[in-house]
């Protein structure tokens, strides 16, 4: 079971949101008063699998919801909704699903510093966990497919943006076997170095998984900016290896730091890894 923190939408108005300019700067919230949810990673495998999109050339008018998170294809994103704007966002895409519409997503675009990024990730509600008196909600998502924003529009309450769905390039490289298994396993052996979660049991989809390399990063404690950048990759090879990179990398942080905690208490001395 892996535990994944709680979003809340941010305080401020997105609709003064434009692509690149933004007036207001946002934040993660706390997790909810319960604690962190405790969520098994995969049974979205299976059911993303059978709801996965192919590349899309038409613009799309899409809900957007502004965080500062990255929000990758396939990933789970639990939110509580307590804004108006953002209740009647969710309320319309909770319709469209009952209906069978193809309007049911809306988008995670990263927004942060008085930006906002124009490369995201659509969003479809699984679950709505919990309905209060007041009108807020709980409710649990994932990322499905990647777009990228054209122009933004405010005549609604919450921000919209005229969108762009993508894939990766039919001429890209597939991933192999033997790499595909070498970051699985690096994985692996990075999470059992991590004394928090020694006794997690961390259950990857199998090497015939496409999209691998969003599971591993979405799980990863790297930075947004990796995160986002590994967003608009376009060919799951090159992203296997960004991501093998990036646990190398957190590798070497956590060996020196938990070296240097050994050396604290004594009279030992630690040399930084070059």
């Not at 979003?7 to 700067?25: F, G, N, S």
């Not at 895409?93 to 209906?99: D, G, I, K, R, V």
């Not at 008085?114 to 649990?140: F, P």
């Not at 692996?188 to 991590?194: A, G």
């Amino acid at each position: 079971m892996l535990v994944f923190p709680v979003w809340r939408e941010p305080a401020e108005k997105a609709a003064d949101l434009k692509i690149q300019v933004c007036a207001t700067r946002l934040t993660p919230l706390r997790a909810t008063d319960n604690g962190p949810r405790t969520i098994d990673a995969r049974p979205f495998a299976t059911v993303l699998q059978s709801r996965r999109w192919g590349l899309a050339v038409a613009e799309v008018l899409l809900p957007l919801f502004p965080l500062e998170v990255v929000l990758l294809p396939e990933a789970p994103l639990p939110l509580h909704i307590f804004e108006d704007r953002y209740k009647r966002m969710i309320g319309e895409c909770l319709e469209a699903q009952s209906q069978g519409s193809d309007r049911e997503e809306f988008g995670v675009v990263l927004a942060r510093e008085a930006e906002m990024q124009k490369v995201g990730c659509s969003a479809r509600i699984l679950e709505v966990t919990r309905r209060y008196d007041d009108g807020r909600l709980d409710i649990l998502t994932a990322g499905t497919r990647r777009f990228e924003v054209l122009y933004t529009k405010d005549e609604k309450p919450y921000l919209e943006g005229g969108v762009v769905f993508f894939d990766d390039e039919e001429e890209s490289e597939a991933p192999t076997e033997e790499g595909t298994q070498r970051v699985r396993d690096m994985f692996r052996e990075f999470v059992r170095r991590m004394p928090q979660t020694s006794e997690v049991s961390i259950d990857l989809p199998g090497p015939g998984d496409y999209y691998l390399s969003f599971r591993i990063a979405a799980l990863l404690p790297a930075d947004l900016a990796f995160k986002q950048q590994l967003l608009s990759v376009r060919s799951e090879a090159d992203r296997l290896g960004r991501v093998a990179q990036a646990i190398e990398i957190l590798t070497r942080k956590f060996d020196w730091t938990r070296k240097v905690r050994e050396l604290a208490g004594g009279n030992g001395h630690a040399q930084p890894r070059t």
